[in-house]
């Protein structure tokens, strides 16, 4: 089973900051938090990661609970190219375990 | 670097045949992970090759099998295909710690 809880979908206006959440309360202390987006049935892109702290890139921006128990991606001036479903996904440290994705957060991006 | 590449990209197949598809991972890359992502599901995880071994099952049945190369592409074979098999069916390589990459998928149809 999937290791995140996330809303099935959510709707953002464009150029607005898209806030998608991601619960993922039975992390362990060594388990990063990644966030993937599929675009119509392309391959999954990735996007950003963290373990503890607040991560930025060039996508987008990574909020992380202090208890580490869940997580808020942002993308802070959403397009209409922004529509795709997004994963949260808790990556394991240990190289012999499986990596679940769950069903993911549907964003329709508003015009 | 040409990214993870899967061949072909479509195919449509009947029930009860066999087939076979292909995987070239990410320069550098030495894991290779498959998953298989039903119309609107979330990609589901087949297995996992590293070192040329078999190391993580996802729930499949004995039909789906791999194999990895010294080179570190990857084949996915499953036999006497059902309709359920119809999906999209990713590769996605990493190096052990670092962030997965996914192909662009093939579209497998059985008729």
Partial sequence: ?111 | DAGVTQSPTHLIKTRGQQVTLRCSPKSGHDTVSWYQQALGQGPQFIFQYYEEEERQRGNFPDRFSGHQFPNYSSELNVNALLLGDSALYLCASSLWDRYMYFGPGTRLTVT
């Fill in chain 1, 1 to 111: 089973d999937a290791k995140t809880t996330q809303p099935p979908s959510m709707d953002c206006a464009e150029g607005r900051a898209a806030n998608l959440p991601c619960n993922h309360s039975t992390i362990s202390g060594n388990e990063y938090v990644y966030w993937y987006r599929q675009i119509h049935s392309q391959g999954p892109q990735y996007i950003i990661h963290g373990l503890k702290n607040n991560e930025t890139n060039e996508m987008a921006s990574l909020i992380i609970t202090e208890d580490r128990k869940s997580s808020t991606l942002i993308l802070p001036h959403a397009t209409l190219r922004d529509t795709a479903v997004y994963y949260c996904i808790v990556r394991p440290t240990n190289r012999d375990d499986k990596i679940i994705f769950g069903k993911g957060t549907r964003l329709h991006i508003l015009p």
